[in-house]
């Protein structure tokens, strides 16, 4: 078959197979190197842009290195850099969760709802993670348990949860909550300039990170995304493991959906309605692969930073602020297009320098 | 044991003999018998309930809202029977949709199917564009079309501004379009039933309908059984695009209010829809006819729950909650199917 048919193929799946190819190959130095290699090249990458991002802003607007903008930046982001740490679990254990943004509206309408009842504000929160974890446990029955894609479950969750919102609150908004919990959202930690959702970002950051990168349960979410039979026959839980991470989720973007609803002061059902692909997008830049298997949680800091740091200067410049989807997806384009072209671009070198038998996942299947 | 084999392995690609064919149509059959009878038995106990919700000014009501959808669910059937997805039919409707409709005001007195030719246009234009994304930059198409729904509403956004296409701008021959009706029947939804059996047709007959179930099921074997995979896929796009672009039109002639939010969120209704109808999410299975259900059936419930008095706020977690019991029903059928077919092929072998 001509070789450019295998140019054309969909799905970029040839590029891993390759790197993984080559860290088993007895010709390179060291496998853990290799292994290292494309993560690396990917944070690097990001860092530079991030850099790129805050050059950019500095020269657009003074502004934009002033403290005050950081903490702008801060808040207006703070909640989809939370929802995207359990998505990138999730997204690397080979499953995805489209009901973040739903959770996060269902917990903000219950919010309301209670708070208008004249609830007090500790057992408010008791609900809303109780909640939190039902709608977690919901989805990750339904994914494991039922054996169901959670593509098409959390599309049915997100409508789910979103309708449950509407359900609890219908058109009402309740606002005025009370100064102490308004602050949160508003103001930052005392005697510092950090808003206390970066704050609190930055802790479940270092929680998910050393969580993911150094005990056994993150080593096996990798497994489980790389190769779930693998992982299965390995003896991993892949089910109860995979079903915790979407009680985490529910958890986490609960908590969320309290942190916006007083960043807001307002609760109305359709609070962060469409987030959930801000969230997936800063996920997708940070290089976890969609296929599962792959990220890290320094992408996701990084990603972040170049998430907020654009939209915040793209805020500065007046640039018509809805149309900044054009710029995430553009970034978006850019996290999936850079890599496969460098692994085109290594393997063309490779085929050139070597001009011996090369690994046969490098030149596709399409020759045999 | 072989033909057995043979038999088991792809009731979609390889037109082996006619006992593969039957068995295949049967398995089709049953697939959409499944959620045409759940449509019937629904609007029997609502008919039941409030007879008011079959007569004929509420069935008109409940067809005309579905066109659009069934419109889109076709062109995502093929997409997602290819094993990818298109999130960006709702911002591909809402760019059309915009585009298209606003040259009535800029330029009064242009002929109604310019306005289609244009929004087709657009509509090809972003698929041609995720098409090549996919099928050339070898990107997963959840990621590729995630990017391009922010794109093109951004897009959209920007070419709006702050305005607005109004029904006054509108010429009346364009409006009546979605009013326009045979025998009580609306004209759009008979042309729509047309475009939907010639897509059923094709995906059922043709050899590169058939070809996108092959690539579904098993995208490496297809390659490996010499299916230009690429091009199928960049097909399955294009038209994917050109649909949504001329939904838009029609959305536009149905709502007549154009803003830069047309269309928000389509893409997880027309999703829903398909996986309702029967499509297997994850590619190989399924059928335009039953997508189209899949449509008719979501319209309905909603427009059940307003019939018998319930309020809409009820309708997006019902919706939701529909789309998870037809898939956990779905899977339960297969997992019979499957076993059903076991059982039958070892007794062909024996």
């Known amino acids: ?368 | 044991m072989s033909a057995a084999l043979t038999e088991r392995q792809d009731p979609s690609s390889a037109p082996a003999g006619t006992s593969s064919r039957k068995l295949t149509e049967r398995v089709f059959r049953i697939r959409e018998t499944g959620i045409i009878a759940v449509l019937v038995v629904f609007v029997a106990i609502t008919a039941s309930i409030q007879p008011r919700f079959i007569d004929q000014a509420n069935i008109q009501f409940v067809l005309s809202n579905t066109t659009v959808y069934a419109l889109l669910a076709l062109g995502e059937t093929m997409v997602v029977i290819s094993r990818n997805v298109d999130l960006s039919v709702g911002s591909v409707l809402g760019l059309s949709a915009y585009v298209s409709t606003n040259l009535f005001g800029h330029s009064p007195g242009i002929p109604v199917p310019v306005v289609f030719l244009v929004g087709l246009g657009v509509g090809l234009a972003c698929g041609v564009a995720n098409g090549l994304m996919v099928a050339i930059g070898r990107v997963p198409s959840l990621v590729v079309t995630l990017a391009t729904l922010y794109i093109i509403r951004g897009i959209d956004i920007l070419i709006v501004g702050g305005n607005e296409v109004v029904a006054q701008t509108l010429p009346s021959s364009f409006i009546a379009i979605p009013r326009a009706d045979v025998l009580g029947v609306p004209y759009l939804a008979i042309v729509i039933v047309a475009v939907i059996g010639a897509g059923a047709y094709y995906l059922r007959s043709f050899r590169s309908g058939r070809e996108l179930y092959a690539i579904g099921s098993n995208p490496e074997a297809a390659r490996l059984a010499g299916i230009p995979a690429g091009k199928r896929v960049f097909t399955a796009f294009t038209i994917s695009g050109a649909i949504a672009g001329l939904a838009g039109v029609l959305w536009a002639a149905q709502y007549q209010t154009i803003d830069s939010t047309a269309g928000t969120g389509y893409e997880l209704t027309v999703i829903s829809a398909v996986v309702v109808g029967g499509v297997a999410i994850f590619g190989g299975s399924g059928s335009a006819v039953g997508a189209a259900v899949g449509a008719l059936l979501l319209s309905t419930i909603s427009s059940a729950l307003n019939v018998l008095g319930i309020s809409p706020d009820w309708d997006q977690a019902i919706a939701g909650f529909l789309l998870l019991v037809a898939i956990t029903l779905d899977r339960g059928i297969s997992v019979r199917l499957a076993a059903a077919l076991r059982k039958r092929s070892s007794g062909v072998g024996t």
């Not at chain 1, 007090?120 to 609900?127: K, N, R, S, T």
């Not at chain 1, 993150?218 to 493991?241: D, T």
């Not at chain 1, 996920?283 to 976890?288: D, H």
């Not at chain 1, 998430?307 to 995430?328: P, S, Y």
Request: net charge positive; with cysteine.
């Open chain 1, 1 to 368: 078959m001509e070789p450019d048919q295998n140019a054309l193929l969909p799905e970029g799946l040839p590029p891993e197979k390759t790197e993984a190819q080559r860290a088993t190959s007895p010709r390179r130095a060291s496998a853990l190197r290799s292994a290292l290699q494309p993560a690396l090249r990917w944070e690097t990458g990001l860092a530079i842009v991030a850099v790129a991002v805050v050059v950019f802003g500095v020269l657009t607007s003074p502004q934009f290195l002033t403290s005050g903008n950081f903490f702008n930046m801060g808040v207006s982001s703070g909640e989809i850099a939370i929802m995207a740490l359990p998505m990138t679990l999730i997204i690397i254990s080979g499953e995805i969760d489209l009901s973040v943004a739903s959770t996060l509206g269902m917990s903000s309408a219950t919010l309301g709802f209670l708070w208008s009842k004249h609830w007090p504000m500790l057992a408010i929160f008791v609900v809303l993670a109780v909640l939190g974890v039902i709608a977690g446990l919901f989805n990750g029955l339904l994914v494991t348990r039922v054996g169901l894609p959670s593509l098409a479950v959390t599309i049915g969750t997100l409508g789910l949860y979103r309708g449950i919102a509407l359900i609890i609150l219908g058109s009402n908004t309740v606002s005025n909550f009370p100064a102490p919990y308004n602050r949160i959202g508003v103001n930052p930690i005392p005697h510092t300039n950090i808003p206390y959702s970066v704050a609190i970002f930055i802790v479940l950051a270092v929680i998910f990170g050393v969580v993911l990168h150094a005990t056994a349960t993150g080593r096996s979410i990798y497994a489980m995304g790389a190769s779930p039979e693998a992982a299965l026959f390995a003896g991993i839980r892949v089910k109860r493991v995979k079903t915790m991470l979407f009680v985490v989720s529910g958890l986490v973007c609960s908590m969320a959906g309290a942190l916006w609803t007083f960043r807001l002061d307002t609760a109305v059902w359709n609070n962060a309605i469409g987030l959930e692909l801000s969230v997936v997008a800063v996920v997708l830049l940070a290089g976890v692969s969609i296929f599962g298997g792959k990220g890290s949680i320094i992408g996701v800091v990084l990603a972040v930073i170049v998430f907020a740091g654009l939209q915040n200067a793209l805020l500065l410049t007046n640039f018509n602020q809805e149309a900044t989807g054009i710029v995430t997806g553009g970034l978006l384009l850019i996290s999936v297009f850079v890599p496969n072209a460098a692994a085109l671009l290594g393997r063309a070198r490779g085929l050139a320098i070597s001009r011996k038998p090369v690994p046969r996942s490098a030149i596709g299947a399409a020759n045999d």
